[in-house]
């Protein structure tokens, strides 16, 4: 393998790592259901923690409560993989 191949692929492999570990320190909020539901996400799609309004467990309905957790965290990882792509 030529040699100046080899560096670029070493320094592109750098700049990955680097991305990547940048990416792990940003954080986006998505929220449902009027803040309902708050979940926190890094640009890995890690999430880092969901926030559950007293309101919305005091609901009768869990059906409601389960759509509004799985759209907050759906529109977290959009988020997320929005900022991977910048």
């Known amino acids: ?3 100046a ?10 700049k990955l790592a680097k991305a990547q570990q940048e990416l792990s320190n940003i ?3 998505a929220t449902s259901g009027g803040d309902a539901v708050k ?8 999430i880092h923690s969901i926030e559950i ?11 409601l409560l ?3 957790i799985m759209t907050a965290v759906n529109e977290a990882i959009i988020k997320s993989q929005e900022l991977a792509n910048k």
């Open 53 to 63: 309004s007293p309101e919305a467990i005091a609901a009768e309905d869990i059906e």
């Open 39 to 46: 979940v926190v996400i890094d640009g890995c799609q890690k």
């Open 5 to 14: 191949l080899f560096r670029q692929a070493q320094q592109l492999q750098a």
């Open 27 to 29: 954080t986006v909020t």
């Open 66 to 68: 389960q759509d509004l």
């Open 1 to 3: 393998m030529d040699k």
